[in-house]
């Protein structure tokens, strides 16, 4: 193998960990060539173009958590990368109220009962709060009590994960649950005066053409590396110990270091020879979760002023409503807007009625007084098959086994949300790949 090869580094996916392993191989000096199936980089990420229209597939935005991370996404976006204010809401009972979850909504929009049962359920957990939590369903009743968690967030995250809360890990909150201040709680409450939340924050970062441009500028990049469009990879041959060559359009070609950011079970399904039996048994029973995404473009300036709006009613099948122009004006063109609606599912359903799913989520939001009719002017509807992870109480054992047995190949790095079954963020997944990609310089 050439000196030049043992420098290039074999990505499997052009979504954000892939392109972000790619960004930071360019910055150390290493070679990369990325295998992507679709026709485009960002995966579940990317930046879709309908007309005049621009809309992300997801509900993306920037928070800037991670110093280095935030500015090398500003080096890479410069003037391009926008500093937003735009808090999001929860639609219940016909009523919006603030998220994260604002006290002066709580108090002023539910009656005394329940909000009595609030304070008392928050100042509880105060005197008793717990350090470690064994479920999702502990982190929001430690954090918001029974009232709050069972009015607003039990009930959308079993829509959103398809499990009870009490079947979900912990890390699921994803860093979102913080603390009510009882001390505004009781001011708010005893004086009837409403005080400036200290838990509503809807500023972030977000790039002025949609989150996918983080991609296509990495993408864009002169000498950044090569990437195969429309090339899945179909086999993995290894010798027990090592990942020896990829098989893509019936080519076989040698690797050095592999880096793969698929799904864990697809990947493990295309090792050459084939895994154990017991392997195969696991990654059986790991699953992961869909979204229909329903586009609908209005001929109106706004739906709303909202970044997100959330669903946690169980008689709404869908989860969260977006609107890409509240991120960014250039997403729509003047007196126009696009709103997008996410619908949850599991792998196993029947993805040939994208008819139904529109329809439906058009009649509910037209019932809600959310858009008109006559407003509409044409919809679309996009399918993500691997969307989320579901984090299970049990899965941890399961994907713990699948990992050590990938642990086996040396040259292999399994790296992503999909890939580690972890519920990762933008900023998490370029921190981890500034790591990784040190990490194997350090093996050259």
């Known amino acids: 193998m050439s000196k030049n090869n043992k420098k290039t580094i074999h990505i499997i996916g ?4 892939g392109m972000a392993t790619s960004y930071y191989a360019n910055k150390n000096n290493l070679n990369s060539i990325i295998y992507e199936s679709s026709d485009d980089v960002g995966g579940n990420c990317k930046t879709l173009k309908e007309g005049n229209f621009l809309f992300d597939l997801g509900a993306h935005r920037l928070h800037d958590k991670n110093y280095e991370v935030t500015r090398a996404i500003k080096e890479l976006l410069d ?8 808090p999001s809401k929860i639609f219940w009972k016909d009523k919006f109220f603030n998220f994260p979850l604002q006290i002066t909504d709580i108090l002023f929009k539910l009656n005394f009962k329940t909000k009595s049962k609030i304070i008392f359920e928050n100042i509880v957990n105060k005197l008793s709060s717990k350090i470690e939590f064994n479920s999702f369903e502990d982190v929001a009743y430690n954090n918001y009590g029974k009232t709050i968690s069972n009015l607003f967030l039990t009930n959308y995250t079993k829509k959103l994960w398809g499990r009870s809360c009490n079947e979900l890990l912990p890390e699921i909150s994803g860093g979102r649950l913080k603390n009510l201040n009882i001390r505004s709680i009781l001011k708010e409450f005893i004086f009837n005066k409403k005080l400036k939340s200290q838990h509503l924050d ?3 970062l977000y790039p002025r053409y949609g989150y996918g441009t983080i991609f296509e500028t990495i993408k864009n ?3 950044l590396h090569k990437i195969h469009l429309n090339s899945p990879i179909t086999k993995l041959l290894h010798n027990n110990k090592k990942i020896n060559k990829i098989i893509y359009h019936n080519k076989e070609v040698s690797v050095e270091h592999l880096v793969s950011t698929l799904p864990i079970n697809l990947l493990i399904k ?3 020879p084939i895994a154990d039996n017991h392997i195969l048994e696991k990654i059986d029973s790991i699953s992961y979760r869909g979204l229909k995404l329903c586009a609908i473009f209005l001929d109106v300036e706004r739906c709303s002023d909202n970044a997100s709006i959330y669903f946690p009613s169980k008689n709404i099948p869908f989860t969260r409503l977006y609107e890409p122009k509240n991120r960014s004006n250039y997403m729509a063109p003047k007196n126009q807007t696009c709103i997008v609606i996410e619908i949850p599912y ?4 029947n993805r040939n009625n994208d008819d139904y799913f529109m ?4 009649e509910i939001l037209i019932d809600k007084k959310i858009i008109k009719r006559k ?3 044409f919809s679309k509807l996009i399918d993500m098959p691997f969307a989320y992870p579901i984090l299970t109480l049990d899965v941890k054992e399961k994907i713990s086994c699948l990992l050590e047995y990938l642990k086996r190949f040396k040259n292999l790095n399994n790296f992503g949300r999909n890939a580690e079954f972890k519920y990762l963020h933008t900023h998490d997944l370029f921190n981890s790949a500034n790591h990784l990609i040190k990490s194997i310089k350090n093996q050259i």
């Open 221 to 223: 990049m002169n000498g």
């Open 202 to 204: 809807g500023k972030f």
């Open 270 to 272: 295309m090792l050459d």
């Open 79 to 86: 003037k391009d990368l926008l500093e937003v204010n735009s």
């Open 346 to 349: 599991n792998q196993n359903l």
């Open 359 to 362: 329809d439906m989520v058009i």
């Open 14 to 17: 052009a979504g954000p960990a």
């Open 375 to 377: 407003n509409i002017l």
